[in-house]
């Protein structure tokens, strides 16, 4: 449950897919995959997420049963070690819950959630307990859906070909 990236530029009222659009990582891979550079290894990311040929995000209101409905109950078991891992954050620094704001400047508690960061990193590399019987863990996902315009990724029918040739798997 290490954090291999982490980007805490963007104020936590930030939707998801605007803190996404401008994340050097989601630049990184555009230029991979407009590069030519293509790979058959994705992202996950939840319902606030736009699709993209990198990016894997659920299907909205798939059939009960349905291979799409398959893919998201998948989906939604690889995706939740990220939202234990960021819940496992949130316990071992109380500092990083919403209810114990920060009260720096932008800059200055995005360094305290990058330190934040690495120390968990460092918890986990010396096994460090980690108090997980007081983990609560928040699920973003619920309408998510309603801030994102696919239609602005021009690259948006590759990634829906992506996520129906996985789904087709179930």
């Known amino acids: ?6 980007d805490a530029s963007q104020p936590g009222a930030t ?11 989601r630049n990184y ?9 293509h790979t058959n290894s994705w992202l996950l990311g939840d319902a606030g997420y736009p699709l993209e040929p990198w990016v894997m995000t659920p299907y909205r209101s798939p059939i009960t049963g349905s291979s799409e409905s398959k893919y998201n109950i998948q989906h939604s078991k690889a995706h939740n070690i990220n939202e234990r891992t960021i819940g496992l954050l949130k316990n071992r620094f109380r500092c990083c819950l919403k209810t114990r704001q920060l009260h720096y400047s932008a800059e200055k508690a995005a360094q305290i ?10 918890c986990i590399h010396f096994k460090v307990a980690d108090n997980a019987e007081n983990l609560h863990i928040e699920d973003h996902t ?7 315009d696919e239609s602005e990724n021009s690259h948006i029918l590759e990634a829906r070909n992506a996520r129906d040739r996985i789904a087709g798997l179930f």
């Open 29 to 37: 891979l555009l230029q991979q995959y407009t590069g030519g550079r």
């Open 15 to 25: 939707h998801d897919a605007l803190a996404w659009k401008v994340s050097s990582v």
């Open 142 to 148: 619920e309408n998510a859906f309603s801030d994102v």
């Open 1 to 6: 449950m290490q954090i291999r990236y982490i």
């Open 113 to 122: 959630i990058n330190v934040c960061a690495a120390l968990h990193n460092i």
